[in-house]
């Protein structure tokens, strides 16, 4: 895994074709880049005292509406708004994140006053569970720290109606009961981070390609090889299942080339025989397995399905429509998992999940977290789909359906206009 909450995966021309003289730059951050090994390192650093406020309409997280650093939680809003014209004033949820750094070596109780309902962990362990409408209440849980040690915390509160309240207190046998202090709460820090070597720095720039799109430059297969090559490039992302294809990502690995590989039933892949594989029908574990044993470093879930199921998708003989298609999503994601990790062949493969383009997508297709490794995004800097040009929000928002995973970026890129306004994106 990671050591990083968000990293770019693969980047690159979306819907062109390379040009003979394309540079192919865009780069992305991987396990490699994240996990190789340098003699100096960099020291700790803490960037903003306080939790991120990341604050939504609707009791369960519904719109993500305003990001912000909270130096500490002690709110009292009454009957109004956390941010008059931004946020409602009933009908609301925050979830504070960051973490906490105790003073003293000792069992300490943490306290929230709440109207309505409210959920804290420290650590990882669930404190606090009073997630029901209530009047304001005070509750309490406790756990052991070790003085001076950085400790993730996770507030979670939701307004129902009526007045608005979350404090979040603490106290321990030395420390009198207060609300926990700017001074002692970090929105987020590098903690004894490594320096990078150069060469881990090329080895994370990676591309997309479409290797299969044959009437274009893609189809002279030797150009496409000589410039992944001269730009240092270790890592692709495509899909498809043709034998020249097949042939061509098989060519790349031979090179040092691997592959993330975008799995899609009417491009010939899929997890079992009930999503309607089009030929020549690869289940995903014989196509790893046997087709190209060695080639394919990643899959990764269906390309922005929320915008292409109605391109003749079925599962199990049921049409793929506006009212199924998150369904859909949730279960080719959990086959699809299942069907790599439960092969001794395939289980090391990592599984990248799908990628939305409409933003309440993300919260429609639900918890997706147990049947992937990483999460997905495509952060284009658009004030359209898919991404968010509020780059913080766009991460919030579609980290929904993967919990506490990492999220990868497997595609990103920009709105460039010039007299045509023509989107270019990579």
């Known amino acids: ?178 609300i926990i202090p700017a001074s002692q709460l970090f929105a987020a820090s590098v903690v004894g981070e490594t320096a990078r070597t150069a060469y881990s720095f090329v080895d994370s720039i990676g591309v997309n390609t479409h290797l299969r799109y044959y009437d274009t430059t893609y ?23 043709d034998p020249t294809w097949i042939r061509n990502i098989n060519q790349l690995a031979s090179k040092g080339i691997q592959t993330t590989l975008v799995i899609d039933p009417n491009i010939g892949v899929g997890p079992t025989s009930a999503y309607a594989i089009k030929p020549p029908g690869y289940l995903i574990t014989d196509l790893i397995k046997n087709k190209l044993p060695g080639a394919v470093e990643a899959v990764e879930i269906l390309n922005e399905f929320d915008i292409i199921y109605p391109n003749g998708y079925s599962y199990n003989g049921a049409t793929v429509t506006a009212e199924n298609w998150e369904s859909y999503v949730r279960s080719f994601t959990q086959d699809t998992y299942n069907a790599i990790k439960s092969d001794p062949a395939t289980q090391d493969v990592a599984v990248i999940g799908p990628s939305f383009v409409f933003s309440d997508s993300s919260a429609r297709v639900g918890d997706l977290s147990q049947w992937v490794d990483y999460g997905n995004l495509h952060p284009y800097a658009n004030p359209k789909n898919p991404g968010d040009p509020n780059l913080v929000q766009d991460i919030v928002n579609r980290s929904q359906p993967f919990g506490t995973r990492p999220l990868i970026a497997t595609e990103t890129g920009y709105l460039y206009q010039r007299p045509s306004f023509r989107s270019l994106r990579f």
């Open 1 to 178: 895994m990671v050591d990083s909450n968000v990293c770019v995966l693969d980047a690159g021309t979306r819907n062109g074709a390379i040009a003979p003289n394309s540079d192919l730059t865009t780069a992305y951050t991987t396990n490699r880049l994240l996990n190789s090994t340098s003699s100096s390192s960099i020291s700790a650093l803490d960037t903003s005292q306080g939790l991120t406020g990341q604050y939504f309409a609707g009791k369960n997280f519904n719109t993500l509406l305003e990001t912000r650093i909270d130096p500490t939680v002690n709110f009292n809003w009454g009957t109004g708004s956390p941010n008059a014209g931004v946020l409602p004033s009933d009908n609301f949820s925050v979830r504070w994140t960051g973490q906490i750094r105790p003073t003293y070596s000792e069992t300490y109780t943490f306290y929230t006053t709440s109207n309505d309902g409210v959920r804290l962990w420290v650590n990882g362990e669930l404190l606090i569970d009073h997630w029901t409408p209530h009047a304001t209440t005070e509750d309490s849980g406790s756990l052991t720290l070790t003085a001076g040690q950085n400790y993730d915390i996770k507030l979670e509160y939701y307004e129902n109606g009526g007045d608005a309240i979350s404090t979040l207190s603490w106290a321990s046998a030395s420390q009198t009961k207060e």
């Open 219 to 241: 189809g002279n297969y030797s150009l496409i090889e000589q410039r992944l090559q001269e730009l240092g490039i270790h890592h692709i992302r495509d899909g498809g299942s």
